[in-house]
């Protein structure tokens, strides 16, 4: 299976930031999978921020929830991820990744992609 994120490298404060990831080599549908969207700030730990089933439901970061909104479209099989009111601290690099449950493991991850936030 192979993740691809894809999105902005450059977002301006308070603006959203919208990315992307493509999943080749497995169905975002397919039963008893979780794809999940993860970030590392600078210098900061991995941060789950949400996740998508199989079935569609969501599930949100508290910490992240009032701002978050993940989606999935279905027949070009990807999920995304919708971060409003951006700051400097949402500063990271995103990945998507896949897991059997929302809190992991993570078995197969993409490659990430930087965002930087600019006042």
């Known amino acids: 299976v192979q993740l691809q994120e894809s999105g902005p490298g450059l977002v301006k404060l308070s603006q959203t930031l919208s990315l992307t990831c493509t999943v080749s080599?497995?169905?975002?549908?397919?039963?008893?999978?979780?794809w999940n969207w993860i970030r590392q700030s600078p210098g900061k730990g991995l941060e789950w921020m949400g996740a998508i089933r199989a079935s569609g439901s969501t599930y949100d970061s508290p910490s992240l929830k009032s701002r978050t909104s993940f989606s999935r479209d279905t027949m070009k099989n990807l999920i995304s991820l919708q971060l409003t009111s951006v700051t400097p601290e949402d500063t990271a690099v995103y990945y998507c990744?896949?897991?059997?449950?929302?809190?992991?493991?993570?078995?197969?991850w993409g490659q990430g992609t930087q965002v930087t936030v600019s006042s």
């Open positions: 990744a896949r897991g059997i449950s929302w809190s992991g493991p993570y078995d197969s």
């Open positions: 080599g497995d169905s975002i549908t397919r039963i008893g999978t979780y």
